[in-house]
Each structure stands twice: as C-alpha cells, then as structure tokens.
C-alpha cells in the first residue's frame, strides 16, 4: 500500500514537471514553429516557386517525421522512454541552430534564393523528425501517468501551455515588426535563438520526471502492413482511415492561409501575428470545455461536432475576396477566433480517443501507426495545394490559392460524411442530448472565460 501511494505521489508530480516542459516547448512554438512560413517567405520573397516551397516545407517535414515513428516504438523494447524522449528532445533543440545558419548564409553571404530555401526545408524537416520521432514514445509514457480524468488534465495542459505560446507569439511578432525595414535577420535569429535555448530546457525537464515501469508481452507487436491490411475492420483502423484522409483535405489549404495573408494581402508580422493569436486565445477559452464535454459525452461526440464545423472554415476564407480592405484583417481575425475553438477541440478529442480505444502495450505502435498514415495525408494534401497554388489560372474568378481554399473545403465535407458513421465510441459516455448540450457551453462559457482572464492577470505557481 505503501508503494503504491509513493508511487502515485511520482505520478503526481511527474504530471505537474510535465506541465512546465510542456510550457517550455510552447515557447519553442511561440518563438520558432509558428514564424517558419514567415521565415521561407522571407528568404523566397521574390521566387517565383514560393507557393511550391511552402508545400513542400509542410509535408515533407511530417511524412519523414511520421515515418520515423515505425523506429521509434520499436526502442521502448531496449531503452527508457526518459532517454529516447530526453535525447530526441535535445537533438532537436540543436536544429534551432543550424536554422539559424541558413539565414545567415542567404540574408550576409548571398546564398541564392532556391539553395537556401532547400536547405530550410533539409535542416527543418531533421527538426521535425526529431520531435516526431519521440512522440509514440511520450504519449506511451503519458498514459502510464494518466490514468483518470484525462480530458481534464490535458486540456488543462494545453490552455496553460497555449497561454505561454500566445504571449511568446506576440513578443515575436513585434520583435519582427522592429526590425523588418532594416535587418530582418537579426529579428529571426533573435526567435529561433531563444527557441533553441527552451527547447533544450524541455529536454532537461524531461530528464526529472518519473517514469513507471513498463514490461512488454511479446504478443504487443504487430506490423504495419498488418494493421493496414485490417484497417477497415476494426474501430481504431477506421478512425485511422478518417483522420488521415480529413487531414489530407485540410492540408491542401492549411499551409497557405498565412502565404495569402503575408504575399496577397500584405499583412504585417504584427497583424499575422494578432491573427493567429486568435486562434490561440479561443483554444485556451475553449479546451478546458471540450475536455470536460469529452469526459462525460465522449471523444467521438466531441470529433463529430468540431468536425463538422472545421468544413465549413476554408469557405469562410473565400468571402475575403468580396471584402473592402478596412474590413478584411477583422473578418480574418474572426475566422481565426472560430478555428482555434473548434480545432482545440477536435484535436483534444482525436488524442484521447487514441488514449481510450488502444491498450497501454499497444500505444506508442498504434500512434506510430495513425501518425504515419497522417504524415502521407498531409504530404499528399499539402503538396497537391503547393502546385496547385503556382499555377496561372482563374477558376469563377477565384486566384489559384482561393480555389484550393475551395478544394480543402468539398473534400474536407466528402471525407467527413463518408467515414464518421464507421466510427464508434469506445467507452460508455453520456448519451448526448442537444438542449443538455446546448446548457452545458452556456453554463460553462461564462466560467471558463473569467477563469482565462484571471490567469492572465495572475498566474498561479503551478502555471509557470
């Protein structure tokens, strides 16, 4: 009895170090990730090809990332998970660095455009491998230490740590807006710079948080090409064959919405950056909903909800081209406020539901697996847009990158109506009644918005 409370108290604690390595990765984002478009749009800001190159930093990035998961799930059998998830983590952090590199030899030594953008999608996509390739690894490690209440915990996790990469967004936009005249280089090395230094404080955090033990039947494992070959007929296979093919349409429009605000509608970095803050801001209101709604309703009910809702998104971008200039950043700004609320929640509910229908032995394969199949999704998706977007054409007077904006949405409602009826949940939940539902966001909204601003004006301890 005794072990199993000091073990517990492990537990407990490991979830709260979890919390602050969370939070330092999230700067990483807020610093690093969210400004790589903007940094390829700089370096190819008169290449012709941008669009192409954009696509491809999208997709080739996360199908090789994905892919290297096949490898990772495989080392839990010789290694800690501590180890893989620390060094992985390090690894990537040092890539920081080497992103750094390219800037330099194209914005002070005059590299061609096209080399240095080749060598951003080279140096990036070993960044994304590293972090993908740990990623089976982590959530295995995760479910070991979550055992209950998982919509709570996470959700909580992500609105604190989607606090942090809110605020480190903001400083990095407006780093970028002083500098952007004069030497817009030193603006991105000074972001990639600090992201380098948390990124490598995650993996330090990584390396004092408990890790259960776990024993392996031989029995866990199976292929690949057995999972695929059985793919249809069984339930995690089926929401596997969904998720994939829904990201694969919204891919073909995802990589672009910033191209079209930073090359057509010449948004400045503060603007983009206020813009995509909005999504941030609705995921923190709105997680610790979803996550609740998720623990008593379902994964599933939260996936067919926020699904059917992200169709309609790339829709809402056509209408810009209708729109007057005054009135064009406030619309995007709402756009982005409705996508960041409902994108929370689907990809809340799409992680736990992993959690709920796969077996604690079976979890870093399975993930390793679904993340595959996604990784070909968007690299299909975002490279199709990518070539599509380079064309010359003019379709019901939409340019090439609004018709693909059209595209992701037609296929985006096609795999949605075609799959989710396949797909069921797989533990015992409420049963959802409209008008209950209907209660449930109206009753919770209103708290879960006053405790968002007063986190904001006073952060607690275990939120740093």
Not at 5 to 22: F, P, T, V, Y
Not at 411 to 424: A, D, E, G
């Amino acid at each position: 009895m005794a072990e199993e409370n000091s073990e517990d108290i492990l537990k407990e604690k490991a979830k709260k170090i979890s919390i602050q390595e969370g939070s330092a990765s999230s700067v990483q984002d807020g610093f690093g990730l969210r400004y790589i478009t903007p940094y390829a749009l700089a370096i190819g800001e008169k290449n012709s090809h941008i669009n192409t190159y954009i696509g491809f930093l999208t997709s080739v990035p996360i199908l090789f990332g994905n892919l290297s998961q096949l490898y990772s799930s495989k080392l839990i059998e010789k290694f800690p998970r501590k180890k893989i998830v620390s060094i992985g983590v390090f690894l990537q952090a040092l890539m920081w660095l080497a992103l750094i590199s390219v800037g330099y030899l194209y914005f002070v030594k005059n590299w061609d455009s096209d080399t240095s953008l080749v060598m951003l999608i080279i140096f990036y996509s070993i960044l994304i491998i590293f972090g993908a390739f740990v990623g089976p690894v982590w959530v295995s490690w995760m479910k070991d230490l979550v055992t209950k209440d998982m919509g709570a915990y996470f959700g909580k996790r992500s609105r604190i740590c989607g606090s942090i990469a809110l605020f480190s967004m903001l400083i990095a936009g407006l780093i970028l807006d002083v500098f952007k005249e004069t030497h817009l280089f030193i603006g991105f090395f000074i972001l990639f710079f600090i992201a380098f230094l948390f990124r490598a404080l995650s993996g330090y955090l990584f390396t004092r948080k408990y890790e259960p033990e776990i024993k392996l039947e031989k029995e866990y494992y199976f292929t690949f090409m057995q999972f695929f070959k059985k793919i249809f007929s069984n339930n995690f296979g089926r929401f596997t064959v969904f998720a994939s093919l829904f990201i694969l349409s919204v891919s073909i429009a995802s990589p672009f919405f910033s191209v079209y605000m930073l090359k057509d509608l010449q948004f400045s970095y503060i603007q983009w950056t206020i813009v995509i803050m909005a999504s941030s801001i609705s995921s923190i209101i709105f997680m610790p909903i979803w996550g609740k709604f998720s623990d008593k309703y379902g994964n599933l009910q939260t996936i067919k909800i926020t699904g059917s809702l992200i169709t309609i998104i790339p829709f809402l971008w056509l209408i810009v081209a209708f729109l007057v200039n005054s009135k064009v950043f406030f619309y995007i700004f709402v756009i982005e406020f409705f996508a960041g609320a409902v994108w929370g929640g689907f990809n809340l509910a799409s992680a736990n539901f992993i959690y709920d229908a796969v077996t604690r032995q079976r979890i870093a394969l399975c993930t390793a697996y679904h993340n595959v199949l996604n990784g070909f999704g968007i690299f299909i998706g975002a490279t199709f847009g990518g070539f599509i977007s380079s064309l010359d054409f003019n379709f019901l007077a939409l340019t090439p990158i609004l018709f693909i904006f059209l595209l992701s949405g037609v296929t985006r409602i096609l795999f949605y109506l075609v799959f989710i009826p396949y797909i069921k949940e797989v533990r015992e939940v409420k049963k959802l009644d409209i008008h209950e539902g209907g209660h449930y966001f109206t009753k919770n909204f209103k708290r879960i918005l006053e405790s968002f601003t007063l986190n904001f004006m006073k952060p607690r301890p275990d939120q740093i």
